[in-house]
């Protein structure tokens, strides 16, 4: 269906693509992995026409493309559904599958009757539940709006979909449903190229998987001809033993944080566990099991309806505000970069220090000259890449902005640092970056719990690991007994052997 041929695409400073050429077969769902910055983002685009520029061919069902823009993609049968959805909430759900192709009648009025009798149409020949064309977009869930997309592309007649970590908001139920509606696309005949940072999806759902690495091809391979530490190593360029740093840290006997039977309506129920100095504790769980609803509330963003902490031997029933949290050591990094952790109309120099000016100033005023100094000190230490200081944070890229949010957290000096989801968006040298700074702080004597939705990130970092499911704590393994296949069991329902 689409032959890749000699592509190259270069931005200034950065060879995004260089000599990529692979096939990708019809009516397949074929996987493209790779790190950060491994070139998947610019192969999108230009299938998708986003970038017109770029040098090599493109040829799809026989004959020669060169896209001029994304309608003229749609119009020649390729789809994207990005991560972020490019749903129109304000508009009814008829309104968004016919977006940019409304249908009129005489004289230029729409012709509504035929907008909701073909989504109607479309929607039953995909869904097992039809919803109704009328409804508003923004009242749908995530999962919801994904389909709509899945069903504009379906009116465009599309014979390639490309799927942009499309599981990444979604709960492990609608996953499943995700990969039902695939497999019937796929029966039907659509190609699909299905994008993603997880690998256990990317074996579950795809028939053969292309690697890139460093903006080149590294592989193409049938699925059931290789398995997941080969698909990691080509990706990464080590053995799988490479990945993560030795831990040599020993774990404390004084407990740092102890959580005792907490619970919030609808969101966990009952969770209790202790964080020792010295120790990385990891929370593995689906999405939606509720590992970030309860280090949030151990952040003071949101309080418990029961149960309480004990943290410095003193019994707290809740963190009233984050400010109450940080104040007394707690420090946390938000899965939500630029939702909760970023202000984007600030510099990178602001966003790093702001919640520690107090510790930066002489009395009432900030002292620039240190915060410079602190500054430029984790700009060395995390590798940010930046013009200077002054620069808005809105104009790096989005793992610089990540590694900014991380060196905000460690400026704080707390005793307590909950990373959620640290390394997202961060390629795989930075990674193995903030994995020996959390080893470091280990050394230190502070407690670290830690949130990942890779197993195997959290199996590597971790000293323990806590799985939850539906809300609750169901299972403890210890380092030495966390093996993937049990751990995952575990967390979709079943016990670990």
Known sequence: MISISHISKAFPGVQALDDVSFDIQ?????????????????????????????QGEIIIDGEPVRF?????????????????????????????????????????????????DKSKEVMASLLEDSLDPRKKVENLSVASQQLIEICKAQMLKAKIMIMDEPTSSLTSNEVVNLFKLIHKLRNQGMTILYVSHKIEEIFEICDSITVFRDGRHIDTMEKDHTNSNEVISKMVGRSMDMLYPPRAVTKKDEKVLSVDNISRKDEYE??????????????????????TEVVKTLFGATQPDSGSFILNGKTIHSFLHPHYALSRGIAYLSE???????????????NMTISVLKKLSNWIFVDERKVTQRVEEFRKKLKIKMVDEDQSIENISGGNQQKVVVARLLLTE?????????TRGIDVGAKYEIYKIMDDLTKAGKGIIFISSELPEVIGVSDRILCMREGKLVEEF?????HPEAIMKVLTGGEAS
């Open 336 to 350: 939500d970069r630029k939702g909760e952790g970023l202000m984007l109309d600030l510099s990178i120099r602001e």
């Open 414 to 422: 707390a005793d307590i640092f909950i990373f959620d989801e640290p």
């Open 478 to 482: 210890t380092r030495e007994d966390a």
């Open 26 to 54: 019809t009516g397949k769902v074929h996987g493209i992995v790779g790190e950060n910055g491994a070139g998947k983002s610019t192969l999108i685009k230009i299938l998708s026409g986003i970038y017109t520029e770029y």
């Open 68 to 116: 001029s823009s994304v309608h003229d993609a749609q119009n020649k049968g390729v789809t994207t559904i990005f991560q972020e959805l490019t749903i129109v909430k304000g508009l009814s759900i008829a309104e968004n599958i016919f977006l940019g192709r409304e249908p009129a009648k005489t004289f230029g009025a729409l012709n509504w009757e035929y907008m909701y």
């Open 270 to 291: 009952e969770v209790s566990f202790d964080l020792y100095r010295g120790e990385i504790v990891g929370f593995a769980g689906l999405i939606g099991a509720g590992r």
